[in-house]
């Protein structure tokens, strides 16, 4: 449901989430799904309660004013875990406050974008944000997203040190040939944790000598169970050769 919030909705979010007499409630995951109005107030608030799971869905993929409206404030939550950002354009100033909130965030795990658009300069500043991170990250999630160049290369570059990763969702996207060469370096990576790889949904499928790549570097690897390559227009010599696995 869209809500616009005025003063008396950010009254009601804060009593309810932090409870009363400042009692604070454990709360799940909390959505904010094309939310309007005082959204920036509501978040703050939502930074200072105990939430495991935030889910920001944009009104529209258009750009914030200022990084003040963003909704990165969520990040100074150090009882969250996991995030996932919807319908929002990532530019420079975004992805260097995004590094700024995360670096010394110590139970986050879980980062997720869902039909983004990434401009050429927030790569480098959003790569730097996922390196940065201390702790690792288990799930990474780019899905769906508007991508100029190859970012997606650089993400996983950023992540490449990483032991905790077990989880990759590059679905939806059109990658290119940096990115299948950086996700067989991961997989061929001492410290390769994976366990699930979702390369499904390619813009124009998956090429046979891409297929071929991966089946033979997986071939070598014991870490991953799960490979999701729905929709890739693989043909027969594809199947039997991802049958070997």
Same mark, same amino acid.
């Given at each position: ?33 094309r939310c309007q109005g005082l959204v920036n107030q ?105 991508l100029e160049d190859d970012p ?15 989880? #990759? ?8 040939? $940096?990115?299948? *060469?950086?996700? +067989? =370096?991961? /997989? %061929?990576?001492? &410290? ?17 000598? #891409? ?8 071939? $070598?690897?014991? *870490?991953?169970? +799960? =490979?999701? /390559? %729905?929709?890739? &227009? ?12």
């Open positions: 449901v869209r809500v616009t919030f005025d003063q008396s909705l950010v009254k009601a979010v804060q009593e309810l989430l932090l409870g009363s007499k400042g009692r604070k409630q454990i709360w799940d995951r909390v959505y904010f799904h509501v978040i703050r608030i939502v930074a200072n309660a105990n939430v495991d799971q935030f889910y920001f869905v944009g009104d529209t993929v258009l750009p914030y004013p200022t990084t003040e409206d963003c909704p990165f404030h969520i990040l100074s939550n150090p009882t969250l875990c996991q995030v996932w950002f919807e319908n929002i354009v990532w530019t420079k100033e975004m992805g260097a406050l995004m590094a700024q909130s995360i670096s010394c965030h110590s139970s986050l795990d879980c980062f997720s974008l869902c039909r983004a658009t990434l401009e050429a300069d927030a790569v480098v500043p959003l790569a730097i944000a996922l390196a940065s991170h201390r702790h690792g990250w288990k799930t990474f999630r780019l899905s769906h997203c508007h997606l290369s650089c993400f996983l570059m950023a992540l490449l040190h990483g032991t905790n990763l077990s989880r #990759i969702f590059v679905d939806g996207n059109q990658c290119r040939e $940096k990115s299948w *060469t950086a996700l +067989t =370096l991961l /997989l %061929q990576h001492e &410290n390769c944790s994976l366990e699930t790889i979702d390369m499904s949904n390619q813009d124009h499928g998956l090429r046979t000598e #891409i297929v071929s790549r991966m089946t033979r570097v997986l071939q $070598k690897n014991t *870490t991953v169970k +799960t =490979l999701k /390559l %729905q929709n890739n &227009n693989l043909n027969d010599a594809d199947l039997e050769t991802i049958s070997t696995l």
